[in-house]
């Protein structure tokens, strides 16, 4: 679970500070940059599984196109002079974790705060484009006793902070820098209190971060972060690849677009019903059926064994059976997230942008509703069917979604204006939470009224007349 995130120099982020609850949605108008903290999370991931070069040729350029130049990601990038952006991630991390090797681990630690700062050096010698450079690389522990001033969403002490909230070693990083001779040094510190030296690297001419290259138990803590880090996603349900039949052997797990649903539903069934599958279809279908207009009375795995194929396939009321290549793109996406919801391998941050797409102002309720389902219940116990670990973060510029989400999980999205050299203006995104919610007491840069949100409270069909938990 990311609880907080620091940004600075990437993109129209500067100073961007946001703590983050089991499930957020930021609202605001296209152009103010909200996709922007999407891609700031999925930067950090990509950086744990991927060269710097190869995150940063990932994500998408200020545009909104992939690019090949790193200068794109900076804050101003094509300006001259140095350029830099820096991240902090305040996270819970797994508390078992699993090696490139099969062999199992369990931190010392599962709150911990990870910093990055990262550089640009321009093209030299025989180098066509220039790139990302590492100058410092951290990562500590948050001790539990601290716990309850970072974690300051509503939750239970015993069944959630307590069961995800773990550590028994002292203060000393786990990652560190230092600068000897003016040069950065990256050193991995020996877990759990075992005797050894620490390990260090140069910085400068470092390919990737120095989380990215653990992949044994043998660092288990700094795994466990990789691994978190890793499973941060952001989801981009497409309908053809929705829409499309798995073989047997494809792999089980529903990708980012919503490849292998077929055969993570049918994984799912098997798993949890091996003699009654029909009991997690029953479920899928229920609420699915939460959609006015859709007539379903159960759904299935069709396998075909003749070409090895499995194919989702919707049962009417009336009897006619409509197989997921006949259903409309919001109707999958639905879908595919009552799947999701009944998966219990699938956690980690899930980020969803405007999921309301191809969904009738009708069926808007349902769509929160199941998007606010995903995520973990921070006020009950942890539990690996019933209330999994999962954490979900959307964006919206809908007046439906706005006035359906609850105050105390809303961020208002704008922009704010800062001075630059020659006299010339930039502006840089600003996330304000409502007055009088969990975050407005630490809100650096103000907070919200319902006056700020007005724009987004007209009255779409069937939606209510006010923000859960606001002054009317």
């Known amino acids: 679970m990311l609880t907080r995130l620091e940004v600075s120099g990437f993109k129209n982020l500067l100073d961007l500070r946001v703590e983050f609850g089991p499930f957020t949605c930021i609202a605001g108008e296209n152009g103010t940059g909200k996709s922007n903290v999407f891609d700031a999370i999925q930067f950090l991931s990509l950086l744990a599984d991927h060269s710097m070069i190869e995150a940063a040729q990932a994500v998408r350029g200020t545009h909104g ?26 996270m819970i991390v797994p508390s078992e974790v699993e090696d490139d090797f099969g062999r199992l681990a369990e931190p010392t630690s599962t709150f911990l ?35 309850g001033s970072h974690l300051r969403f509503s939750h239970s002490v015993k069944g959630f902070r307590n069961a995800v909230v773990r550590g028994r070693r002292s203060t000393a990083p786990y990652i560190s820098t230092t600068f000897d001779t003016g040069d950065a040094v990256v050193r991995i510190h020996a877990d759990g209190g075992r005797r050894g030296q620490p390990r260090p690297a140069p910085a400068s001419r470092a390919p990737r971060t120095m989380l990215s290259t653990i992949n044994e138990n043998d660092d288990p803590t ?20 929705l829409r499309t039949a798995d073989r047997f052997t494809d792999p089980d797990e529903m990708q980012p677009d919503g490849r292998h649903l077929p055969r993570c539903l049918d994984r799912i069934a098997r798993g949890k019903s091996p003699d ?49 290549r006949s259903l409309s793109e919001g109707t999958l996406r639905f879908l595919a997230l009552c799947v ?11 980020c969803m942008e405007e999921p309301e797409n191809g969904i009738h102002p009708a069926n808007l309720f349902a769509m929160v509703s199941l998007v606010r389902d995903l995520a973990v219940d921070a006020t009950e116990q942890v539990d690996e069917e019933d209330n999994p670990f999962r954490q979900v973060l959307i964006n919206t510029h809908s007046p439906g979604v706005v006035e359906l989400v609850g105050a105390a999980d809303l961020l208002i999205a704008d ?10 203006t930039a502006r840089s995104l600003r996330l304000r939470p409502l007055a009088d ?21 007209t009255t779409p069909p069937q939606a209510r007349l006010t923000l859960e938990g606001s002054d009317s």
């Open 276 to 324: 009654d599958p029909a009991r997690v279809y029953s479920r899928v279908a229920g609420r699915l059926s939460d959609l006015s207009g859709l007539h379903v009375r159960t759904l299935d795995v069709d396998a075909d064994d003749t070409r090895q194929l499995l194919t989702i396939k919707l049962h009417e009321i009336d009897g006619m059976v409509l197989p997921a």
């Open 437 to 457: 919610t969990w975050r407005a007491g630490g809100a650096e840069k103000g907070y919200g009224t319902k006056a700020d949100i007005l724009a987004y409270l």
């Open 113 to 147: 705060r990870y910093e990055l700062r990262l550089g640009y050096q321009p093209p030299r010698g025989g180098e066509r484009g220039g790139r990302l450079t590492l100058r410092s690389e951290n990562l500590s522990q948050i001790r539990p006793r601290d716990a």
């Open 65 to 90: 196109e992939l690019h090949g130049d790193a200068r794109d990601l900076f804050w101003n990038g094509y300006a001259a002079g140095e350029h830099m952006m820096t991240f902090a991630a305040e």
């Open 340 to 350: 999701l919801l009944e998966d219990p391998k699938s956690g980690g941050l899930m």
């Open 222 to 241: 700094i795994l466990a972060a990789r691994r978190e880090m890793q499973s941060w996603r952001r989801l981009a349900l497409e309908p053809s690849a």
């Open 415 to 424: 922009t704010s204006t800062v001075p630059e050299a020659g006299g010339r």
